[in-house]
């Protein structure tokens, strides 16, 4: 006699498949509906936060199709657990459909508990003991009869974790209502997990650090937001006699703004030096890289400022994971993972020979592009509203946030108005939201070009242009005025001009005045 009936057996098929989706996508969603069937209830078409209170983790009720899975599976593994201890045989693909199912069921019911060890953990300091590291061991212990390709306890509770913390680290930072907001959370999820969530968790665990990420997108589109949302979902070893993981999750993340550090220092601050390695170098010093923890991740932004010469160290870094301090010949070993930012277009800069193929191609196998604001809300009316409301908590508090909120989005919707192109992003919604604590109504002065504006403005530049008034080089200022009036940024100039960004910045002074 099977041990699975045709409508179990398919029952459990879908819930297998459940359990490996993206849960950022429709995927998700549908398959909860194949395994539910009529218990089903419609609900948002992908994972969405809260509107009234998106920061909190435990704001908004569990969704009901989570509970009724979690129900579903506690009941379908006891029916198995006492057929198998009854003495009923199963076949190779029925143990193996039950083992899925029991962890699916460990990751349900303890779910709860590991978001209570995320949400107590912070810090950089060394992480506390798991309370519910004995009740899962028991349950596992329980449950593990008839189910030999169960993995072990303390790999199965390092994987429920990490599945917790990466879900909390990507759902709770990456605020956002819109499709694009959605899909950019179901990228994160890929970068993290891969594509084949049971590939990762037989054989990638301590693999990914090889692959780089590249996060791309235009200034303030909320890139670093990226990087540590994937930085702080990185796969954390257990160890069961201290009940530990092997560190805290905000001691994963190490961010470098490369376009912040002066181009001669770059090298030394990343790889470290030796004492006397140069003028001023009265002690020895670990750069960034060398302190990242195995599990870490070093988050460089900006990545299309390195020269050349910082280009080439870093790539044998990648390939080979060592590096030597300026003025040392021991080599270290870096073992964390790297991930890059930049508003560049990186193929474009390859072409034009300011930025290394070979380095290019090692960092392109993982990409992450994070949507515009204009973009966001384009697609959804819904998306204003709850990105001031996370805004408005942060600047005055949970109190105060629910008035400010309403307050913002009624100023901006009377001006700058649905038309503003938001050339800022998020940076210049955040400035929206002060300007309205402030003053009651943001008057932006980018954007829209204001063809009454006089030496600055696009209409005067044009005018200029067609009477010949103007010799090549008070062209080139004029023009690199207005488009730093329009990105607000010396670096996102000077990438789409083409030209250093010192230069860029001497223009502008001229071309503004």
Known sequence: MSLLSDVERTRLEDLRALSRCNPFTPARVEAERRVLGPAFVAEAPVWTPDLADPD????????????????????????????????????AVERGLYAELVQYHLFSTFESQLLDHVLTTGGEGPAGPVECWPAFLAEHTRLALGAPDLPEAPALFALAYQLRRAFHAIFRHLHGISAPAAALRADVWTSVFTHD??????A?????????????????????????????????PFDPRTRRFAAAPEALFTPVALA?????VV??????????????AVAARAGYLEPCLPQGTVFLDEIGELDAAVQVKLLRVLESRVFQRIGETRPRRFLGRVVCATHRDLAAEVTAGRFRADLYYRLCADRVRTPTLAERFAADDRELPLLCAVLARR?????????????????????????????GNIRELTQAVRSVLLRGEYRPDLGAPDASGPVGSAASLAADLQRGALDAETLLDRYCALVYAATGSYVET???????????KARVGRGSA
């Open 56 to 91: 909190n983790p435990r704001a908004a009720p569990e969704r009901a199709n989570v509970a009724r899975l979690r129900g579903l599976a506690a009941e379908m593994v006891e029916a198995l657990r006492a057929r198998l201890s009854a003495g009923q045989r199963a076949t």
């Open 197 to 202: 969530l049971a590939r990762h968790a037989r």
């Open 204 to 236: 990638l665990t301590e693999r990914l650090a090889d692959v780089p990420t590249l996060v791309t997108g235009p200034t303030g589109t909320g890139k670093e937001l990226v990087a540590r949302a994937i930085a702080l979902s990185a796969h954390l």
């Open 260 to 264: 912040a550090l002066a181009p001669g």
């Open 267 to 280: 090298e030394s601050e990343l790889f470290g030096h030796a004492r006397g390695a140069f003028t001023g």
């Open 395 to 423: 600047v005055v508090g949970p109190d105060e946030a629910p008035a400010l909120a309403e307050q913002v989005v009624a100023a901006l919707r009377r001006h700058p108005g649905p038309s503003h192109p938001w050339p």
């Open 494 to 504: 000077a990438a789409r001009l083409g030209l250093d960004r010192r230069t860029v």
